[in-house]
C-alpha cells in the first residue's frame, strides 16, 4: 500500500496544482479569444475554435514567462483538439459510446 499514499501526494503538491491551473489558464484564454471569433467571423464555429486555441498557444510560446510557457500552450493546444474533434464529429461519437447521448 505505500505506492498508493505516495501516489496520494500529487493531490498536497501545490506545484502540480499551479501547473494544472496554468493549463487552465490557457483553456479559458482560449475559450474568451474564441468566443469573441465566433460573433465577429463567418463560418464553422469549430473554426474559430481551433484558430482561437492556436493562437493562445502561439502567443503564449511567444511571449509567456518561460515557468508558464509550456502549460499555457498545452492549455490552447488542448482546447484546439477539442474543437477539431467537434469539427469532425468525433467528440459525438465518443458520447455516444460512452452513453452521454
Known amino acids: 500500500m505505500p505506492e498508493l499514499a505516495d501516489s496520494m501526494d500529487v493531490l498536497t503538491d501545490v506545484d502540480a496544482w499551479t501547473r494544472a491551473a496554468t493549463v487552465g489558464g490557457g483553456y479559458a484564454g482560449s475559450a474568451i479569444v474564441d468566443s469573441l471569433i465566433v460573433g ?10 481551433i484558430a482561437a486555441g492556436a493562437g493562445v498557444a502561439a ?10 510557457r509550456r502549460d499555457l500552450v498545452t492549455g490552447g493546444m488542448l482546447f484546439s483538439v477539442g474543437s477539431a474533434a467537434e469539427y469532425f464529429g468525433f467528440k459525438e461519437t465518443i458520447l455516444e459510446l460512452g452513453g452521454g447521448n
Open 59 to 68: 502567443g503564449s510560446y511567444a511571449f509567456a514567462p518561460r515557468e508558464f
Open 40 to 49: 465577429a467571423t463567418p463560418g464553422p464555429d469549430e473554426a474559430a475554435g
